[in-house]
């Protein structure tokens, strides 16, 4: 095993488990247009060397989803739509050009 450090200055999670029962999932709300749309937008903008955005499994907190963590800053958006996209980006522009 080699340890690294990690290349991205931030990590983007966006949960997008989905489930066959009655439970709540943030694969019912739009995690997955979501994702999309962060990944463009990331593109677009030039910041994919700064920025690593991936899909997660369940992150335990169901009933808030989409969740959406920032890492390693700790940030945590809950009961995230597709207008709350500009909030995200404003908050990555921040973390990455500090
Ligand atoms: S399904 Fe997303 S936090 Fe559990």
Same mark, same amino acid.
Request: with cysteine; net charge positive; charged share 30%.
């Given at each position: 095993?080699?340890?690294?450090?990690?290349?991205?200055?931030?990590?983007?999670?966006?949960?997008?488990?989905?489930?066959?029962?009655?439970?709540?999932?943030?694969?019912?709300?739009?995690? +997955?247009?979501? #994702?999309?749309?962060?990944?463009?937008?990331?593109?677009?903008?030039? !910041?994919?060397?700064? @920025?690593?955005?991936? =899909?997660?499994?369940?992150?335990? +907190?169901?009933? #808030?989803?989409?969740?959406?963590?920032?890492?390693?800053?700790?940030? !945590?958006?809950?009961? @995230?739509?597709?207008? =709350?996209?500009p909030e995200i980006l404003?908050?990555?522009?921040?973390?990455?050009?500090?």
């Amino acid at each position: 095993m080699k340890k690294n450090e990690c290349p991205y200055k931030v990590h983007l999670f966006i949960c997008v488990k989905t489930r066959d029962d009655d439970r709540t999932s943030c694969g019912d709300g739009d995690s +997955l247009q979501l #994702k999309a749309a962060l990944k463009n937008e990331i593109k677009s903008r030039g !910041w994919k060397p700064h @920025v690593r955005i991936s =899909d997660t499994g369940c992150l335990g +907190l169901c009933e #808030k989803g989409p969740n959406v963590m920032i890492y390693p800053q700790k940030i !945590w958006y809950s009961s @995230v739509t597709p207008d =709350d996209i500009p909030e995200i980006l404003n908050t990555l522009e921040s973390v990455i050009f500090v």
